[in-house]
């Protein structure tokens, strides 16, 4: 064989080598993605097994705000023998709570006669928003009861939208509403993870 065909034959083993490992990363990354999604499952099933601070341990831990989120569902006196449907209990009163603080501050600011006309409308349309959030959380609840876990995540978004629209409808983002509106997403957001992992899933 010719020294030019050496070098086709060369050529063509790369090209067919390159290809085969390039099918190879593929299959190594979807293989790392079932694994991590198999990971999440086998978590999810053990933290139905779990309960109170071990639960919460392992509910917050890759939580960004893990710090909250173990300070709200440690807060109240059932946590210490909790599952994972009483912590979404926890987590879900205390965003209802959260939503009716901040609609006090709302109507308060509303009665401000010195407020512009337009961020009275803005305040007023927040108003709104705040009673649909405030109306989803406890469909949210009453789905987590009847153990509907679809529903009730289903809900969780729709108050999540809901406190979108009412910041939307304010103009900047440091008045007390904006403020208070960023815990009652991480409440809701503490929510979802823990309907997750009641659905055998952890996040």
């Given amino acids: 064989m010719e020294l030019h065909e050496w070098l086709e034959v060369g050529r063509i083993r790369i090209r067919a080598l390159r290809r085969i490992d390039t099918h190879h990363q593929a299959g190594g990354e979807k293989d790392k993605e079932v694994r991590g999604e198999k990971d999440k499952e086998v978590r999810g099933e053990k933290d139905k097994e779990l309960r109170g601070e071990e639960l919460i341990k392992s509910v917050c831990e890759d939580r960004g705000n893990k710090e909250l989120c173990v300070e709200v569902l440690s807060s109240d006196p059932s946590s210490d023998n909790a599952t994972l449907q009483d912590l979404a209990m926890i987590s879900l009163k205390t965003a209802a709570e959260n939503a009716s603080g901040i609609l006090v501050d709302a109507k308060r600011m509303i009665d401000d006669q010195d407020l512009e006309p337009g961020i009275q409308q803005g305040l007023a349309d927040c108003e709104e928003n705040l009673l649909d959030a405030e ?3 406890q469909d949210a609840i009453a789905s987590i009861l009847s153990n509907d876990k679809r529903d009730a995540q289903m809900w969780l978004k729709a108050a999540l939208a809901a406190i ?9 983002d440091d008045d007390i ?8 997403r991480q409440l809701c957001n503490i929510a979802v993870d823990i309907n997750k992992h009641m659905m055998g899933v952890a996040s």
Avoid: K, M, N, Y
Wanted: a negative charge; charged letters at 15%; glycine letters at 4%.
């Fill in 135 to 137: 109306s989803q959380i």
């Fill in 164 to 172: 979108d629209t009412c910041d939307a409808s304010i103009p900047g």
């Fill in 177 to 184: 509403l904006s403020v208070r509106s960023v815990t009652f």
